[in-house]
């Protein structure tokens, strides 16, 4: 009690100036007692800080703080989505993989905070919880202590100043000794906390270093942290992403044909292999098929599906315009036109070649340097482009009318767009190229051709085929669609069809041919009567043996082994080149067959490429109001005009003006295109169709 | 006289060269090919003023491919027609985005067009209703709108007629004149 007194006299005293106050600690203790307090509230603010950066919770066990992490709670709804689609969605299946990695993320995230606690944290409180309190109450505590002191020391020096003058001596000096004793103790008492004090001040400040060290710590923590993690995403990454890159389902529209046929192991692109199917079934006797246009909409849809190459396209079996128009569309977005770039040069010239026999020969020289890949796909385009033609009584799309609606998607220049009638030129080009090639097809092309190359695409019609969906997952895994029709041969020769004698079979839907419902699958649908189940067939042996459709392209000429005897089928009243034993080495050495084969009606083709003449004027029966400077038969009957100027085609018929009635003036409607070149070749072409104009009205 | 230069846009098949060789030549053409281009040119003195009009149509495709030489088209040309069929729906839907197509080349609203809606006489087949194409029209900024059959003979005349008065009103005859010889000096 009088301590306490004592202490608050002396308090006051020394506030007010009266009395001196002793100092014990010395300068640096000072600034090290100042430190003290600023670090405890630094470090308080930092462990705060840092434990609302943890997201488990503070306390608990790697275990508990994994399962509590929001990176688990993702990796397990990423892995219950996985078991959820299952293995059949590629979806599914990287989401499996995903989540695992989520997972060990986690995992390591956790370990992290435990480690950052233990390391970190703990001592961090410890420091400023615990540790400068404790310096900071014995502090204090000194500080009492000094007060104690320096009222002893203030009371006895008053009782030694008192002392002489004091009048019983004696009981004052026992009082001065006692006062004396006092403030010894309470000195000694001082000195033993200041120097407490001091220890540990000094310690703190020693371990200054060692508290900085947390931070190093925490950021070392950190990186060994991301280290892991990253090693571990790395880990999983190239995995996920070759399952990635292997993924098939991706665009076919747009994507560089090389790169398709690659990714699909194909040899024919998806999209055209599955249009071609579809209009073979049911397109062929379609009126203004490839010129009329389909509905925006349901092209659009055609071209999503046959993009993500689902097999359930059966709805578009009854809209033929509309895949038509997606072939178009496929051909067109290519990167690189069918016919090449490279080759562009040599296909115009090749086309401006004036005789006939020559001309041809040049484009088949073209037509051979084709790479590979687009040859099997030009190949396959024009067979069946041939094919179309031969019914063109009904579907009136003439070799020359395909071209033209066609041709244009087919090949242009590198520079298209900048130059509108570069365009324009080409494209007259390439009409007369593609028209040429479709008449000859089989000269170019003397190999028969499977259009059902993969046997992907089942007709429609046979309801609830089990097939279909079995076809459509296998086709999505990489590497089924490999696997090709091996047993071409069979379906090869039917290729040749008489259109004349079944011709409402195709149009009026699968099947037409033979009626029975087993035989609604077929796919190339002549060889549906002769085949035995043909349907069955093929899809077994789709996905028993695949074999290259090289193969069987090759072998498809001597046609050995084929259970549908195709021979009669194969003298067709319309076509007969179909059958030719043409060349399969360059022009120079032409087929001799070919020219027995020919009709008396082409006297002059006394060089190699044995043109089937009769095919032409056949497939171009009416003459033209307006004829066009196109080459409408195979060369031979064309020998005038093309004699006349070199350059038979070019711009002609775009500008070609039917300057009729009136007559007023001859020059021709140039002034609508004015920059197009070829003013002089347009005139005099004009001239030739004035005649000709004339004749045919 | 005047030359104009009218412009047939629309889908294959439509009938746009049949339209126009029956206005030109008074005959239906059975034929069955697509055209890239053609032109014709038909004077037309006694129809419609008493001036001698000469008219350059020609005829455009629409297949898809041919873009690059359509807006050329649609640069240099002066009224449009655009034709669907009235038995195929695709081909009415096709002639929105050939009429922005214009307008855009055009850079303006107001650009001499009107709308066909031949083989009418096929009834029997018909999907796009009259309604539907007057419509269109309406919102076509009140465009001109006509339903036409080239092998019956029915609006031919009236499609092209239409067109060229609607040239005329835009482009009196004076400015026209100097107009063109401009285009003579570009020849």
Redesign the interface.
């Known amino acids: 009690m009088k301590k306490q007194f004592n202490r608050m006299k002396q308090l006051a005293n020394q506030t007010v100036g009266r009395a001196e106050k002793t100092e014990v600690l010395s300068d640096d203790l000072l600034m090290i007692e100042r430190r003290l307090e600023n670090v405890r509230f630094v470090s308080h603010n930092v462990h705060k800080k840092m434990v609302m950066c943890l997201q488990g919770n503070v306390g608990s066990d790697v275990d508990k703080r994994h399962k509590k992490l929001p990176v688990t709670a993702l990796s397990q709804s990423m892995l219950d989505g996985g078991s959820q689609l299952g293995d059949e969605s590629f979806i599914g299946k990287m989401m499996e993989v995903c989540g695992e990695a989520e997972n060990k993320l986690a995992l390591e995230q956790s370990q992290l905070e435990v480690q950052l606690e233990r390391d970190i944290l703990e001592p961090l409180n410890q420091l400023a919880e615990v540790d400068i309190p404790n310096i900071l109450k014995q502090r204090k505590h000194l500080a009492k202590l000094v007060l104690d002191f320096d009222s002893a020391k203030a009371r006895y020096q008053q009782a030694t100043k008192a002392f002489p003058t004091a009048a019983n001596a004696q009981a004052m000096a026992a009082k001065v000794d006692t006062l004396k004793e006092e403030m010894d103790e309470a000195q000694n008492k001082m000195e033993i906390c200041k120097d407490q004090v001091a220890a540990d001040m000094y310690n703190f400040s020693s371990k200054e270093g060692e508290y900085a060290r947390y931070y190093v710590l925490l950021l070392e923590a950190q990186a060994e942290y991301h280290r892991r993690a990253l090693a571990s995403i790395e880990s999983v990454l190239p995995t996920i992403q070759s399952q990635q890159d292997k993924w098939t389902e991706k665009p076919a529209f747009g994507t560089a044909l090389e790169e398709h046929l690659k990714r699909t192991s194909r040899e024919i692109a998806l999209p055209i292999e599955a249009c071609i199917m579809m209009l073979l079934e049911t397109g062929m006797q379609e009126?203004?098929l490839f010129?009329?246009?389909?509905?925006?909409s349901?092209l659009k849809k055609l071209k999503a599906a046959l993009d993500c190459s689902t097999s359930q396209l059966e709805e578009f079996y009854s809209d033929p315009?509309a895949v038509a128009g997606a072939l178009?569309s496929y051909l067109?977005e290519l990167p690189e036109p069918l016919m090449t770039y490279q080759l562009y040069e040599e296909w115009i010239q090749a086309s401006n070649i004036s005789d006939p026999d020559k001309r041809l020969q040049a484009l088949w020289v073209v037509c051979d340097m084709l790479p590979k890949a687009n040859k099997t796909n030009f190949r396959y385009l024009v067979k069946f482009l041939a094919k179309l033609a031969l019914e063109s009584d009904v579907n009136?799309?003439?070799a020359?009318?395909i071209a033209?609606?066609l041709g244009?998607?087919l090949l242009w220049a590198k520079t298209?767009?900048s130059l509108?009638?570069m365009?324009?030129t080409t494209?007259?080009h390439v009409?007369s190229i593609i028209e040429l090639i479709i008449n000859h097809s089989s000269w170019f092309f003397p190999e028969d051709v499977d259009f059902n190359v993969s046997g992907m695409f089942a007709m429609p019609g046979c309801p609830g085929t089990p097939d279909s969906e079995a076809g459509t997952i296998d086709r999505r895994r990489p590497g089924s669609q490999g696997s090709l029709d091996s047993d071409t041969p069979r379906k090869d020769s039917n290729i040749a069809r008489d259109p004349a004698s079944t011709p409402p079979a195709m149009r009026n839907g699968p099947g037409g041919l033979s009626g029975t419902p087993a035989q609604l699958n077929v796919v190339t649908p002549t060889s549906g009567p002769k085949g035995p189940s043909p349907f069955l067939g093929r899809r077994g042996t789709k996905k028993q043996a695949p074999a290259p459709p090289k193969q069987s392209v090759k072998a498809a000429p001597n046609q050995p082994s084929a259970p549908s005897t195709p021979q009669p089928l194969i003298a067709p009243r319309r076509n007969n080149q179909t059958p030719i034993q043409a060349p399969s080495h360059p022009p120079p050495q032409p087929p001799p067959q070919s020219t027995e084969e020919a009709e008396p009606s082409l006297p002059r083709t006394p060089t190699p490429p044995g043109t089937p003449p009769h095919d032409g004027s056949q497939l171009r029966p009416?003459p033209?109001?307006?004829a066009?400077p196109k080459p409408s038969g195979p060369p031979p009957p064309q020998p005038s005009i093309d004699g006349a100027n070199g350059v038979c085609v070019s711009g002609s018929?775009?500008?070609?003006?039917?300057?009729?009635?009136?007559r007023?003036?001859t020059?021709?409607?140039?002034?609508?295109?004015?920059?197009l070149e070829e003013d002089e070749t347009t005139e005099t072409l004009s001239e030739d169709e004035h005649q000709s104009e004339n004749t045919a009205? | 006289m005047r030359e104009y230069k009218l412009v047939v846009l629309g889908s294959g098949g439509v009938g746009k060269s049949a339209l126009t060789v029956q206005f030109v030549q008074g005959i239906f053409v059975e034929k069955y090919d697509p055209t890239i281009e053609d032109s014709y040119r038909k004077n037309v003195c006694e129809f419609i003023s008493l001036q001698c009009e000469l008219i350059r149509l020609l005829i455009v495709c629409l297949q898809e491919q041919f873009t690059a030489m359509r807006d050329l088209y649609m640069k240099n040309g002066q009224g449009f027609a655009l034709v669907y069929s009235i038995t195929a729906q695709s081909t009415f839907n096709d002639l929105q985005d050939l009429r922005e197509q214009i307008l855009r080349v055009k850079d303006t609203e107001d650009v001499p067009m009107i709308l066909v809606g031949n083989k009418c006489d096929l009834e029997d087949e018909r999907v796009v209703g009259k309604e539907q194409g007057q419509n269109f029209a309406r919102q076509w900024s009140n465009c001109a709108f006509l339903e036409s059959s080239a092998k019956s003979k029915i609006n031919v005349n009236e499609i092209f007629y239409d067109l060229v008065r609607q040239i005329n009103r835009k482009t009196p005859v004076e400015k026209k004149r100097a107009k063109k010889k401009s285009n003579c000096i570009l020849l």
Not at chain 1, 653 to 662: A, H, L, P, T
Not at chain 1, 668 to 675: F, H, I
């Open positions: 009126e203004g010129r009329i246009a389909a509905g925006a349901k315009h178009k067109r009136k799309m003439t020359s009318n033209i609606v244009p998607n298209e767009g509108a009638e365009a324009a494209s007259v009409v009416r033209t109001p307006r066009r018929k775009i500008i070609s003006d039917g300057d009729v009635e009136e007023s003036l020059g021709p409607g140039l002034d609508l295109v004015p920059e009205l």
